[in-house]
């Protein structure tokens, strides 16, 4: 089988049967590290996400598709056709990995249980994602990631102090979870290598956004109470927030008692660091109320670069906030690589985020556009599984394959 490119998981074959958000993005993620992932979609319409936009591509693809999708070759599989389940099982059987997020009665019908696939496929680590798993008073509903974070309290914590809760302006649920699902997926790939079983791995939007809830979580559990929204503040933190400057606000991130003595400093107020209301942090969040105004009234009096380059002289994290376009054009984004070009055979290319990890020896790299629906039916039908001309014109004729 021809590689893309190679990298720490090249010669793994991975078939991403899932729609959407996490599956896919799980998939890509490990296509980025060198893994071979064959995209599966019904003909007729593939991923939900074709169709999300505006915007698309100058070629058409939409932006949600374009997401998460690059590197990945496409093939067009009809599930409803006993033909076409056979050519999805044929695949599963040279394959190492299968992502899906299949209803649960659909993954019985295709008989793609965790038992099912372990006796069936004994080699194969297979990822399946959903809303809310395979167990509890949820188990059967669907889940979109805002489901998830309001049913996961992550909402009731994120937006202003005072108001409604608000989502994360980001399908956070989605992508936690495909990055659950990837380090997973890489924990049972090493158990398989060492014993030669594969496993199932299962892994929900709901799950995964408890898990993002982290030290809240904690102090909920500790403390007993109901947290609070904060807006941009920290709960515990103090001072850690946006601030305004004289042109515009700027975030600080005041870590420790040391940070605060220099911020003190910066601020031509060195009494502040020995104030007993301020000298701690625990001290600085009891009287948040009283510190925080006499922070912002020194703020404004400087633009914000220029506050901004004295913080990062004496130590203290502090940023800008930037707008996304901003942030992906910034000097940073550019020297990081993190926004690259793709292209395709016949000419089309778009921009794209890149990888995110970078490896000394064997790099993550993203190269190609998404497929079209299909476009590499009949290369991977002829690579993967050896079917000759003939055997793939008597499957396109049943419609089992476009």
Known sequence: MTELRPGALTGVLVIDASRVLAGPYAAMLLGDLGASVVKVEQ?????????????????????????????????????????????FDAL??????????????????????????????????HAAISGFGATGAYASRPGYDNVAQAASGLMSITGPA??????????????????????????????RD????????????????????????????VSGEKPRRWGNAHPS????????????PLMLAVGNDLQFRALSTILEEPAWA????????????????????MIEERFSRRPAADWLAALAVAGIPAGPVRTVPEALF??????????????????????????????SKTPARAESMPPRLGEHTDEVLREVLAYDDARIAALRALAAIA
Do not use: C
Not at 97 to 107: D, G, H, Q, S
Not at 196 to 214: I, K, M, R, T, W
Not at 239 to 246: K, N, T
Not at 330 to 349: F, K
């Open 274 to 293: 020995d104030d007993p209301r301020f000298s701690t942090n625990p001290a600085r969040v009891r009287h948040r109320e009283a510190l925080i105004p």
């Open 330 to 359: 910034s000097p940073e984004a550019a020297q990081r690589g993190m926004v690259v070009e793709l292209a395709n055979a016949d000419g089309t290319s778009a921009r794209a985020l890149g990888p995110v990890p970078k490896l």
């Open 237 to 248: 933190i103090v001072p850690y927030q946006m601030v305004r400057a004289a042109d515009g």
């Open 43 to 87: 003909p007729g319409g593939g991923d939900d996400t074709r169709s999300w936009g505006p915007p698309f591509t100058e070629a058409g693809v939409s932006a949600y598709y374009l997401a998460v999708n690059r590197g990945k070759r496409g093939v067009a599989i009809d599930l409803r056709q006993d033909a076409g389940r056979g050519v």
């Open 92 to 125: 599963l059987r040279r394959a190492d990995v299968l992502i899906e997020n299949f209803k649960a009665p659909t993954r019985e019908a295709f008989n793609l249980s965790g038992e099912a696939t372990g006796r069936r496929f004994p080699r194969l680590v």
């Open 194 to 221: 060492a014993t030669g079983v594969g496993q199932f791995v299962e892994v929900s939007l709901f799950d995964a956004s408890l898990g993002l809830l982290a030290n809240v979580a904690s102090s909920a559990l």
């Open 162 to 191: 005072e108001g409604e809760p608000h989502k994360v302006g980001v399908a956070v649920s989605d992508l936690a979870a495909g990055l659950h699902a990837a380090v997973a997926i890489l924990a049972a790939l090493r158990h």
